[in-house]
């Protein structure tokens, strides 16, 4: 059976899927990249998806489950990359991939996994200033 | 009877396991190619592929699968039939609801490939296997 590659990125893992994956590839793609996620500590995952011809209900599934994953693990996944015509597929297959961010490519991809995670971070500066105010108001 | 010629002799493929799943696609894309589909209607057409012969492995504990090209003497068109002795549906109108599965699957692969071809073809029932004819033309 083929592996998919999962590259570290700095805070980033990156994976470019570049085989026709058969269903066991992709179920172990899943186990591989919570691993690495928990391992690692990362906070995005990308997944590059431009060298794919289709995306067929296992694999949308399998995007989404990933995304969920990684959710609970703390970190963002976006799927860049996807083809004009896989998109098209897609929608009529009646798969929504739902819960998963995309952007066109990695550049994109990047970006969007940093503001995300810059939102956090302000919210959680919000709630501490909220804290700090309330500690202050109290004598 | 769906209309069209054969042209030239069909191409056969075993369905027994996950990487025959691959080998389908594969050959599915090559006929397509071939037959000149636009590339739109290619990625619809091994999506569908896909899905159907994962169900033949899955469900119908594997098969085989014939691609072939047709002419009906406007247009070209690759026709590609699904064939397993399992166990057979036995409630079709169910089996082709979106979002029905019997497998813990998405329940898209019947219902979503028959979305993406042009003809749609099934004849099964309780115990006498499950054999599905699909076919897209060339636009």
């Known amino acids: 059976m083929e592996r998919v590659p999962i590259l570290k990125i700095g805070d980033i893992l990156l994976v470019s ?21 928990v391992a690692t500590g ?23 489950t990933i995304a969920s ?26 798969l929504s991939l739902n819960g998963i961010r995309t952007a066109l490519n990695v550049e994109r991809g990047m970006e969007l996994i940093a503001a995300a ?15 700090d105010a309330e500690t202050t108001a109290s004598p | 009877m769906t209309a069209g010629v054969d042209l030239g002799h069909p191409q056969a493929q075993a369905i027994q396991s996950d990487e025959d799943v691959v080998r389908v696609r594969q ?47 406007r247009r ?15 409630d079709l109108d169910l089996a082709l609801t979106d979002g029905y599965t019997t497998g813990g699957g998405l329940g898209l692969g019947l219902s979503g490939a028959r979305r993406l071809v042009d003809e749609f073809e099934i004849d099964t029932g309780a115990g006498k296997g499950t054999r599905v004819t699909v076919t897209k033309w060339a636009r």
């Open chain 1, 117 to 131: 995670r810059s939102d956090e971070f302000e919210e959680d500066d919000q709630l501490d200033d909220a804290a």
């Open chain 1, 69 to 94: 994953i990684s959710k609970v693990l703390d970190a963002e996944t976006v799927v860049v990359g996807m083809r004009p015509a896989v998109a098209i597929t897609l929608v009529e297959l009646g």
């Open chain 2, 27 to 73: 050959l599915v894309r090559t006929v397509a190619v071939a037959a000149k589909l636009s590339l739109v209607d290619q990625t619809k057409l091994v999506t569908a592929a896909s899905e159907l012969a994962r169900n033949t492995l899955v469900y119908g504990g594997g098969g085989t699968v014939e691609v072939t090209t047709v002419d009906n003497g």
């Open chain 1, 42 to 64: 990362s906070h995005g995952v990308i997944i590059d998806i431009t060298a794919l011809d289709i995306v067929d209900s296992f694999v949308g599934r399998m995007l989404s």
């Open chain 2, 76 to 90: 070209r068109g690759v026709r590609i039939l699904f064939a397993d002795s399992g166990p057979g549906i036995v």
């Open chain 1, 17 to 37: 899927i570049q085989v026709d994956m058969s269903d066991q590839t992709a179920l172990q793609l899943q186990e591989d990249l919570a691993e690495r996620i």
